[in-house]
């Protein structure tokens, strides 16, 4: 997304990062080293196009220059096992370009963990849609600044930002339910460590009886 300003074509923060690569922290040195020009229109942040892409010739030309490989990013697919379960899930058709690759990217890493099962598919996707949601709002509020002012002078926070949070909320408690952070993990693992255990003594129990 682009706005104009006289002559100049602006991007928004968003935009900025996703060309240049880099975090705020970085976008911040490069506005205080006089890098690049930072505009308001309104309430949103900008920055001058021609900058933008001067920076990141820059950026691109110096990593050929001390051997770094630029590598694209690996696009990360949905398995074929997989797709047909998440194709009967309805809410799955609302799913952006940036859910479908955080659902994939999920449904990998539950195969890789041997975790995966079919009946999670709902799970997985109000997963993909959190993230989706999380990150949609977060960059609004970062565009219209996390802090807003009003008329009277009383400063809070962005509204998008509380409803970021409230997503990631929501991600962070389907990640659990989904075993993909460690202490869910580790949850997994004594469960399967006492069924095991019980298997033992199970047997343990039928060969006395035998005996």
């Known amino acids: 997304m682009v706005a104009v300003k006289g002559d100049n074509t602006l991007h928004t923060q968003a935009d900025t990062l996703k060309i240049l690569n880099c975090d705020k922290s970085t976008l911040s040195r490069y506005v205080k080293k006089g890098r690049l020009d930072r505009e308001k229109v309104g309430r949103k942040t900008y920055y001058n196009e021609h900058q933008v892409a001067a920076l990141a010739a820059e950026i691109e030309s110096n990593k050929m220059k001390v051997g770094i490989e630029i590598k694209p990013k690996e696009k990360i697919e949905l398995p074929c096992e997989a797709k047909k379960d998440i194709a009967n899930v309805s809410s799955s058709q609302n799913l952006t370009a940036v859910g479908y690759e955080y659902l994939s990217i999920a449904t990998n890493d539950l195969m890789d963990l041997g975790l995966y099962d079919k009946c999670d598919k709902q799970i997985l996707v109000l997963y ?84």
């Open 128 to 211: 993909a849609l959190s993230c989706q949601n999380y990150f949609k709002y977060l960059y609004s509020a970062d565009e219209n600044d996390c802090l807003i002012t009003s008329d009277s002078g009383i400063t809070s926070v962005h509204p998008h930002f509380k409803v970021a949070q409230h997503h990631e909320k929501q991600m962070l408690n389907y990640m659990d339910r989904l075993g993909l952070n460690p202490l869910s993990r580790q949850k997994f693992e004594i469960k399967e460590d006492e069924e095991v255990m019980d298997s033992i003594f199970d047997m343990k129990d039928n060969e006395e009886e035998i005996l």
